[in-house]
C-alpha cells in the first residue's frame, strides 16, 4: 500500500470516525459497523483472497447537516470506488485504477519509520493541548465557584477540535466575566457544559424511511438551554451567548441541580452497601441521566428492603464480578458475558430474580467466566507495559474489543519478540502506541499497529538482524 493509499484511507477514517458522532447515535453505530466491514475487506485482500463485494454506509458532517455515502467495494480488491464516493479521487484517476494497490505489501518497519516522527510530535501537542484545556477548565470552575465544567463532545480526537475547545472556554470566561461585572449575575453551583459553535451538536429526531425502518435523524444546531438536570448547555458564540445567558432561568437551574445532586449523592451512598451485601466487587450505576440515578436509587431500596432474606441466600459467597445497573428495557433482567468481568443487571430487576441468578449455576459460571477475564486483563497489562518498557516508549493500550484478545495478546508477543530488530530500525522512545486492528495515526499521535502485523519482505534482513545479535552473544543492549 503506497503512502498515497494509506493518506486517502486516513482522509476518510477520519471524516466517519465513530468518536466525531457521540450526538448523533443512529449514525454513529452505521459508521462503526461500515469500518468493521471496510477493515475485513482490505483483511481480505492482504492474505491475497478475492474479496467479496461489500456495500459501506457512511455518514459525515457536512456543515449544519448530516450526510450519507454510499460505496460499493468490488470483488477485484479496489478501494478506488470508496475514494471516488468521498470525492479524494476524480472519475478519470478511478477510471484508471487509483485504489487498486496491493493491500498486502504493508512493510510494517517502513511504515513505523514513516510515521513514528511525524506521530510522536503529533502526540506531543494533543498532550501540551489537552493540558491548557484542563488547566483552563479549573481555573473557570474556580473563578465562577461553578459546581463542574465540561467542553465539547466527550473525545477531542485532534488539535483543530482542541482549539476550538480552548476557543470556547476563552469565550465563556469573558462572557460570564462581563455578566457579574455590568449585570450582577452569580452563576455558583451551577453545571456548565459549552460548546463551540462549529462542533455543537445537531438536534436529534426520530424518522422513518421509505422502507418504513425507524431511525434517528438530525436536524436544527442545538441552542443554549437549561436541562433537566440543571446543566446549562451553552454555544460560545461571542455575539449571543451573553443573551442567551441573560434570559436562561438560573434559578430553576439551580433547583435542578440540587436534585440532580440528590440522586448522585444517594447513588453513591448506597453502591457500596449494596457491594458488601452482594459480595461482588463493586457496584455501578449509569448516572448520565437523572432517571437513571433515580431508578438505580429506588432498585437498591428494593433490595435492601429484603436485606436479611438477600444476606442468607448470599452467604459468605465473594465473587469476583462486578455489578452495572442499567434502565435499558431491551435487555435481558441479569446478562453476562465470557469476554467480561461485569454482571450487567436491569434496574426493575426483581431482588429475588438477581439473587436466585447470582446462587445458581449460571451464577457460578458468570464468576468463572470472570476470574479467568480478570486474568487475562492482568497478563495483558503485564505485556503490554514489557512492551513499552522495551521501546521506551510514552503509551502502550489495546483498542481492539475482548472478543479478540487472544490475537491481539499473540500480536503483542510478536511485537515484544521482534524487538530487538525494530529498535535497529525505528526509534519508538516517546510514541504512544495502540495495537489495534489497522494501521493509522491518529490525531492524538497515538500509533496503531494491527495485531496480525507482518515483516513480510523484510523477514531474511530481520533473521540476520537477530541471528547477529544472538553471534555477539547478547553483550549489547
Given at each position: 500500500?503506497?503512502?498515497?493509499?494509506?493518506?486517502?484511507?486516513?482522509?476518510?477514517?477520519?471524516?466517519?470516525?465513530?468518536?466525531?458522532?457521540?450526538?448523533?447515535?443512529?449514525?454513529?453505530?452505521?459508521?462503526s459497523?461500515?469500518?468493521?466491514?471496510?477493515?475485513?475487506?482490505?483483511?481480505?485482500?492482504?492474505?491475497?483472497?478475492?474479496?467479496?463485494?461489500?456495500?459501506?454506509?457512511f455518514?459525515?458532517?457536512?456543515?449544519?447537516?448530516?450526510?450519507?455515502?454510499?460505496?460499493?467495494?468490488?470483488?477485484?480488491?479496489?478501494?478506488g470506488?470508496?475514494?471516488?464516493?468521498?470525492?479524494?479521487?476524480?472519475?478519470?484517476?478511478?477510471?484508471?485504477?487509483?485504489?487498486r494497490?496491493?493491500?498486502?505489501?504493508?512493510?510494517?518497519?517502513?511504515?513505523?519509520?514513516?510515521?513514528?516522527?511525524?506521530?510522536?510530535?503529533?502526540?506531543?501537542?494533543?498532550?501540551?493541548?489537552?493540558?491548557?484545556?484542563?488547566?483552563?477548565?479549573?481555573?473557570?470552575?474556580?473563578?465562577?465557584?461553578?459546581?463542574?465544567?465540561?467542553?465539547?463532545?466527550?473525545?477531542?480526537?485532534?488539535?483543530?477540535?482542541?482549539?476550538?475547545?480552548?476557543?470556547?472556554?476563552?469565550?465563556?470566561?469573558?462572557?460570564?466575566?462581563?455578566?457579574?461585572?455590568?449585570?450582577?449575575?452569580?452563576?455558583?453551583?451551577?453545571?456548565?457544559?459549552?460548546?463551540?459553535?462549529?462542533?455543537?451538536?445537531?438536534?436529534?429526531?426520530?424518522?422513518?424511511?421509505?422502507?418504513d425502518?425507524?431511525?434517528?435523524?438530525?436536524?436544527?444546531?442545538?441552542r443554549?438551554?437549561?436541562?433537566?438536570?440543571?446543566?446549562?448547555?451553552?454555544?460560545?458564540?461571542?455575539?449571543?451567548?451573553?443573551?442567551a445567558?441573560?434570559?436562561?432561568?438560573?434559578?430553576?437551574?439551580?433547583?435542578?441541580?440540587k436534585?440532580?445532586?440528590?440522586w448522585?449523592?444517594?447513588?453513591?451512598?448506597?453502591?457500596?452497601?449494596?457491594?458488601?451485601?452482594?459480595?461482588?466487587?463493586?457496584?455501578?450505576?449509569?448516572?448520565?441521566?437523572?432517571?437513571?440515578?433515580?431508578?438505580?436509587?429506588?432498585?437498591?431500596?428494593?433490595?435492601?428492603?429484603?436485606?436479611?432474606?438477600?444476606?442468607?441466600?448470599?452467604?459468605?459467597?465473594?465473587?469476583?464480578?462486578?455489578?452495572?445497573?442499567?434502565?435499558d428495557?431491551?435487555?435481558?433482567?441479569?446478562?453476562?458475558?465470557?469476554?467480561?468481568?461485569?454482571?450487567?443487571?436491569?434496574?426493575?430487576?426483581?431482588?429475588?430474580?438477581?439473587?436466585?441468578?447470582?446462587?445458581?449455576?449460571t451464577?457460578?459460571?458468570?464468576?468463572?467466566?470472570?476470574?479467568?477475564?480478570?486474568?487475562?486483563?492482568?497478563?495483558?497489562?503485564?505485556?503490554?507495559e514489557?512492551?513499552?518498557?522495551?521501546?521506551g516508549?510514552?503509551?502502550?493500550?489495546?483498542?481492539?474489543?475482548?472478543?479478540?484478545?487472544?490475537?491481539?495478546?499473540?500480536?503483542?508477543?510478536?511485537l515484544?519478540?521482534?524487538?530487538?530488530?525494530?529498535?535497529?530500525?525505528?526509534?519508538?522512545?516517546?510514541?504512544?502506541l495502540?495495537?489495534?486492528?489497522?494501521?493509522?495515526?491518529?490525531?492524538?499521535?497515538?500509533?496503531?499497529?494491527p495485531?496480525?502485523?507482518?515483516?513480510?519482505?523484510?523477514?531474511?534482513?530481520?533473521?540476520?538482524?537477530?541471528?547477529?545479535?544472538?553471534?555477539?552473544?547478547?553483550?549489547?543492549?
Open positions: 500500500m503506497d503512502s498515497d493509499t494509506k493518506k486517502l484511507i486516513r482522509a476518510v477514517v477520519r471524516r466517519v470516525h465513530p468518536d466525531l458522532f457521540t450526538a448523533h447515535p443512529f449514525e454513529r453505530q452505521r459508521n459497523d461500515s469500518l468493521k466491514a471496510l477493515n475485513s475487506y482490505v483483511e481480505q485482500v492482504a492474505r491475497g483472497i478475492t474479496p467479496r463485494s461489500t456495500n459501506v454506509e455518514w459525515v458532517k457536512d456543515g449544519e447537516h448530516l450526510t450519507r455515502i454510499d460505496a460499493l467495494l468490488p470483488s477485484t480488491g479496489s478501494l470506488p470508496l475514494f471516488y464516493a468521498f470525492s479524494l479521487i476524480t472519475e478519470e484517476e478511478l477510471k484508471a485504477g487509483t485504489g494497490d496491493d493491500v498486502a505489501d504493508t512493510n510494517f518497519l517502513e511504515w513505523l519509520r514513516d510515521t513514528v516522527f511525524e506521530a510522536v510530535k503529533i502526540a506531543e501537542q494533543h498532550e501540551s493541548l489537552k493540558l491548557r484545556i484542563r488547566e483552563s477548565r479549573a481555573n473557570i470552575e474556580y473563578k465562577y465557584q461553578l459546581a463542574s465544567l465540561q467542553v465539547g463532545s466527550e473525545f477531542a480526537v485532534g488539535p483543530l477540535e482542541q482549539q476550538r475547545q480552548i476557543e470556547a472556554l476563552r469565550v465563556l470566561d469573558a462572557v460570564l466575566a462581563t455578566l457579574i461585572s455590568e449585570e450582577g449575575a452569580s452563576f455558583a453551583g451551577l453545571n456548565f457544559h459549552v460548546y463551540h459553535p462549529d462542533t455543537c451538536p445537531l438536534g436529534a429526531f426520530g424518522m422513518h424511511n421509505n422502507e425502518h425507524y431511525g434517528l435523524g438530525a436536524g436544527h444546531l442545538m443554549s438551554h437549561v436541562a433537566d438536570d440543571g446543566c446549562l448547555h451553552v454555544v460560545a458564540d461571542r455575539l449571543g451567548l451573553r443573551e445567558l441573560k434570559t436562561m432561568d438560573l434559578e430553576r437551574a439551580r433547583v435542578l441541580t436534585v440532580t445532586m440528590f448522585l449523592k444517594r447513588v453513591r451512598d448506597l453502591s457500596p452497601v449494596l457491594r458488601e451485601l452482594l459480595g461482588v466487587q463493586n457496584v455501578w450505576c449509569d448516572t448520565r441521566t437523572e432517571q437513571n440515578s433515580q431508578n438505580f436509587v429506588l432498585w437498591a431500596g428494593y433490595i435492601l428492603e429484603q436485606r436479611e432474606e438477600v444476606a442468607r441466600a448470599v452467604g459468605s459467597r465473594q465473587f469476583t464480578f462486578s455489578l452495572l445497573v442499567h434502565s428495557a431491551s435487555s435481558p433482567m441479569v446478562d453476562w458475558s465470557q469476554s467480561s468481568s461485569i454482571l450487567q443487571v436491569r434496574s426493575d430487576c426483581p431482588p429475588r430474580q438477581l439473587v436466585e441468578f447470582l446462587v445458581s449455576d451464577g457460578v459460571m458468570a464468576d468463572q467466566a470472570a476470574a479467568a477475564v480478570q486474568v487475562t486483563k492482568k497478563e495483558e497489562q503485564e505485556l503490554l514489557r512492551i513499552r518498557q522495551e521501546f516508549a510514552k503509551h502502550v493500550v489495546r483498542v481492539c474489543s475482548m472478543f479478540e484478545c487472544d490475537r491481539v495478546l499473540e500480536g503483542a508477543r510478536r515484544l519478540e521482534y524487538a530487538p530488530a525494530i529498535k535497529q530500525s525505528v526509534d519508538l522512545r516517546g510514541a504512544s495502540a495495537i489495534d486492528d489497522c494501521y493509522e495515526v491518529w490525531g492524538s499521535g497515538f500509533i496503531s499497529i495485531y496480525d502485523f507482518t515483516l513480510q519482505e523484510l523477514q531474511p534482513q530481520l533473521l540476520k538482524l537477530l541471528s547477529a545479535k544472538s553471534s555477539a552473544g547478547g553483550g549489547g543492549g
